[in-house]
């Protein structure tokens, strides 16, 4: 991340736009949010149902929300979600919007029309290969398998992240990250990690990061680092961990790394 200029204004350090949600899936969307907003980015714009407004409430006073016109995403909010991308420097996709057939066309027309930098992630990663111009995608190795038809290997991760033009994070236990010219790998982490939202914290972190600055390639290198590392300390003290635990420890691990 860059340093802070001291005489910034509210905003300059980062916003981004979060899409996510559904009847089924509440925490999703809110947990990126907070991997977002543990990033340290200035704003954070969830676009969620209306159902889930007040939970949201209830886990940051800064969230920023907007709602959907239905109860998951259809193509009746495209052009809003588009006006609004144009002010964030980064927009997540796809925490918890589910496999309704409108969703999954909004999705499409979205990632078609975005020309934020844009983080793919969970509902959305499987509907369409066009992407903005600079995107993540952050299959986990059955949805990489889905997505392309390919193994999850480096080699594949990295053939995929150069014909798209994206970077890709390829989660398992050991992470994949790929783009056009480089590829890593991350090694930090422990199976407690495997309960749910873990990775919606991730796509909002990774997201965070780059509107503060990074490359998208060292943002995903870093934030999966540190979500690993802070699992494997809580793993000293807990027999179980929720995804919040990850995302609420953000600021102190990323002093660290």
Same mark, same amino acid.
């Given at each position: 991340m860059s340093e802070r200029e001291l005489d910034s204004h509210k905003g300059e350090n980062?916003?981004?736009?979060?899409?996510?949600?559904?009847?089924k899936f509440y925490g999703a969307p809110i947990?990126?949010?907070?991997?977002?907003?543990?990033?340290?980015v200035d704003l954070v714009f969830p676009y969620i149902p209306k159902e889930h407004v007040d939970e949201a409430k209830t886990h940051s006073l800064n969230f920023i929300i907007s709602t959907f016109k239905e109860p998951m995403l259809t193509p009746a909010d495209v052009n809003s979600i588009l006006k609004s991308a144009k002010k964030v420097d980064v927009v997540v996709m796809g925490p918890g919007l589910g496999t309704d057939p409108k969703t999954?066309?909004?999705i499409k027309t979205l990632l078609r029309k975005i020309e934020? =930098?844009?983080?793919?992630?969970?509902?959305?990663?499987?509907?369409?290969?066009?992407f903005p111009k600079i995107t993540v995608l952050t299959p986990h190795r059955g949805e990489f398998k889905a997505l392309t038809g390919a193994d999850?290997? =480096?080699?594949?991760?990295?053939?995929? =992240?150069?014909?798209?033009?994206?970077?890709?994070?390829?989660?398992?236990?050991?992470?994949?990250i790929a783009d056009n010219d480089e590829l890593a790998f991350n090694e930090t982490?422990?199976?407690?990690?495997?309960?749910?939202?873990?990775?919606?914290?991730?796509?909002?972190f990774i997201g965070g990061l780059i509107a503060?600055?990074?490359?998208?390639?060292?943002?995903?290198r870093f934030a999966t680092k540190v979500l690993g590392k802070i699992a494997e300390d809580l793993a000293h003290?807990?027999?179980?961990?929720?995804?919040?635990?990850? =995302?609420?420890?953000?600021?102190?691990?990323?002093?660290?790394?």
């Open positions: 980062g916003k981004v736009l979060i899409v996510g949600g559904s009847p947990l990126c949010s907070l991997g977002a907003e543990n990033s340290g999954q066309e909004a934020t =930098a844009t983080v793919v992630d969970a509902s959305a990663l499987i509907y369409t290969n066009t999850p290997t =480096a080699d594949n991760v990295q053939k995929w =992240a150069k014909d798209w033009g994206v970077t890709i994070v390829c989660k398992g236990p050991e992470d994949i982490g422990n199976s407690l990690m495997t309960v749910g939202g873990t990775g919606d914290v991730l796509s909002g503060q600055g990074l490359r998208p390639f060292d943002a995903a003290t807990h027999t179980s961990l929720k995804a919040i635990d990850l =995302a609420t420890a953000i600021p102190t691990m990323t002093l660290k790394s």
